[in-house]
C-alpha cells in the first residue's frame, strides 16, 4: 500500500490570523472558490500552483511544549540571511541559532502562536559551497 501526504495541520487559537500569516510567509493563497474570514475555525492555504497545503485548525488549548514536527523553510530566492530578516519583520520570534562558521545550519524561529520552523539556505547558496 502506497499513501501520500494530503496537506498539513496545524493546531491554532485562531485559524484565520494565523493562517494569513503563514500567507505572507510562503506566498500561499485561499482556495478560489472558499476563502477564509475572520472567525473560521478551519482556514486552507496552498501554494498558488496547487501544491501542498496547509489546514489550521482551532484549538481550545495552548501550545505547551515543543513541536514534534516542523516545517524546514528554504528561499525561493536570495539568501538565508534576507529571509530571516524578513521572518523577523514579519513577526517571527528568533528561538535558537544553529548557523556553523562555514555557513551552513540554519535558525529556528517560532511563528506568532510559537509553532517552531526553520530556515535554511537557498538551494543557490547551498549549492556554492
Known amino acids: 500500500m502506497t499513501a501520500f501526504i494530503s496537506h498539513t495541520s496545524i ?8 493562517s494569513e500569516w503563514w500567507k505572507r510567509v510562503l506566498q500561499y493563497v485561499d482556495l478560489p472558490d472558499d476563502p477564509n474570514e475572520p472567525g473560521h475555525e478551519e482556514c486552507w492555504i496552498q501554494r498558488p500552483d496547487g501544491g501542498h497545503p496547509l489546514l ?55 511563528d506568532p502562536e510559537g509553532n517552531e520552523f526553520c530556515i535554511l539556505r537557498s538551494q543557490e547558496e547551498s549549492t556554492a559551497t
Open 11 to 18: 493546531d491554532c487559537r485562531n485559524a484565520y490570523e494565523l
Open 56 to 110: 489550521f485548525i482551532e484549538v481550545p488549548e495552548d501550545k505547551q511544549v515543543k513541536n514534534r514536527l516542523h516545517l524546514d523553510l528554504r528561499p525561493n530566492a536570495g539568501t538565508r540571511e534576507e529571509e530571516l530578516a524578513t521572518l523577523l519583520e514579519l513577526g517571527a520570534t528568533q528561538v535558537d541559532d544553529r548557523r556553523t562558521p562555514d555557513g551552513a545550519g540554519w535558525v529556528v524561529l517560532q
